[in-house]
């Protein structure tokens, strides 16, 4: 593929105003924080206290979210590759922060096992559920746009990584930290590095939104298609929370309430697919326009 012009040296110039590029610019100064920074002494304090059975169900959280951010770093490459391919500066750019973030999160989560001193095979840990949709389905959607960018490739792989993986079960992860360990008070460099996370995300669920409702402003059939997806994917998420229940003492303070944890998955799943039927009454050009906060971005 050669290249037809360049864009920066066109009279266009750089896109500033549209929303990749104002999450670039937010990714510059909020996504460079560094996991190796947090520190972590407390949180060894806190996890020698905890009963084997609390660690057990704090390890296999952990070890959720290590091997997910493992995979969507992996994963991430094809989608810049399209859009990179359909000469979308401004999105690649903003795409190069994302993939960078990702990163930061694995060393995060590594750097915290290996401070626990956790060196166990954490895969026992990799439900069925589990491998199904990061050993399987994401990969495989992923890959699909290395040699296919048609609208239909770029809506699935936006709908699996953006809204499911990233807008469903991160967001629920995060609950669930947040539901055991933080209301207890315990591990502040655990929890500090979550809320990084958790603004690293929101950043890239605002993308993945984003991408979503262009794509159906400029192909409204494909919302059916986002919706059927993401209804296709909604029975795995609540199967993994259920499995993540099933070790579980309700007694224990630790231990997240099961009701509490499915209305959250099922509310994120409602608040994704609402946000990406918006597109279908608004302009492409207003979509571009379109405020940060209005898409979740903190
Ligand atoms: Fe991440
Ligand atoms: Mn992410």
Do not use: C
């Not at 002494?41 to 905890?50: E, G, I, R």
């Not at 296919?148 to 936006?158: C, G, M, R």
Request: hydrophobic share 40%; glycine share 6%; aromatic share 8%.
């Amino acid at each position: 593929m050669h290249h037809q012009q360049m864009i920066t040296t066109s009279p266009r110039g750089l896109r500033e105003d549209i929303l990749p590029f104002r999450l670039y610019q937010k990714a510059k100064k909020l996504g460079v924080w560094d996991p190796r920074d947090i520190d972590l002494s407390q949180d060894v304090q806190d996890w020698a206290k905890l009963t084997p059975r609390q660690q057990e169900g704090t390890v296999r959280l952990i070890a959720q979210f290590q091997a997910g951010e493992e995979a969507v770093t992996l994963d991430l490459l094809p989608m810049m590759m399209a859009i990179a391919r359909q000469g979308r500066l401004e999105e690649e750019m903003y795409l190069t922060t994302f993939l960078f973030e990702e990163a930061k999160h694995t060393e995060f989560f590594r750097l915290v096992l290996n401070a626990l001193g956790v060196r166990d095979d954490l895969s026992v840990y990799h439900s069925s559920t589990y491998r199904t949709i990061f050993y399987e389905i994401l990969p495989e959607t992923m890959q699909r746009l290395l040699h296919d960018d048609s609208p239909e490739a770029l809506a699935d792989a936006s709908v699996v990584y953006n809204m499911f993986v990233e807008g469903v079960l991160a967001e629920t992860g995060y609950w669930s930290f947040h539901n055991s360990l933080a209301k207890n008070g315990l591990m502040p460099g655990l929890m500090k590095g979550i809320a990084y996370l958790k603004q690293d995300e929101s950043r890239h669920i605002g993308y993945g939104t984003f991408l979503l409702q262009r794509l159906v402003a400029e192909n409204p059939a494909l919302f059916d298609r986002i919706q059927a997806k993401l209804m296709e994917l909604a029975p795995l998420a609540m199967a993994l929370n259920q499995e993540g229940l099933a070790d579980d003492d309700p007694s224990d303070p630790l231990a997240v309430d099961e009701t509490e944890l499915m209305n959250f998955s099922a509310k994120q799943l409602q608040l994704r697919l609402e946000k990406i039927a918006r597109a279908k009454d608004r302009s492409l050009d207003e979509l571009y326009r379109i405020p940060e906060d209005q898409l979740g971005v903190l």
